[in-house]
């Protein structure tokens, strides 16, 4: 597997950012699809964010879109998630993982598969 290491989370006020990095190293970088998914302590996980390898088409969560943005840095073998406007409800752990499109007409959502150790997002 790729090996996928999270950093960039922290504590911050409602209305703050932060800026998550995914550095990826490993057999190979370049799967499908890369992206972001959280989990809050209770809840099952939920999609955010991610980026096709193909197009550089993106997918967000309605629950984030407008506020955060995916990229990708191929160069450095990394992506980001930018979280601009942060909520309260947007605390959780944070993981990056490897994704397969699942394509539904013109449009297609993340199916997640490997993944790193997290990181903590708290918003207060």
């Known amino acids: 597997h790729v090996q996928l290491v999270e950093s960039g989370g922290g504590s911050v006020q409602a209305g703050g950012s932060l800026r998550l990095t995914c550095a990826a190293s490993g057999p190979s970088y370049e799967r499908a699809c890369m992206g972001w998914f959280r989990q809050r302590p209770g809840k099952e996980r939920g999609e955010v964010a991610a980026i096709s390898s193909a197009d550089s088409s993106t997918y967000y969560a309605s629950s984030v879109k407008g506020r955060f943005t995916i990229s990708r840095d191929n160069a450095k073998s990394r992506f980001y998630l930018q979280m601009n406007s942060l909520k309260p409800e947007d605390t959780a752990m944070y993981y990056c993982?490897?994704?397969?499109?699942?394509?539904?007409?013109?449009?297609?959502?993340?199916?997640?598969?490997?993944y790193g150790q997290g990181t903590q997002v708290t918003v207060s």
């Open positions: 993982a490897e994704c397969a499109p699942i394509v539904d007409g013109d449009h297609w959502t993340p199916a997640f598969g490997y």
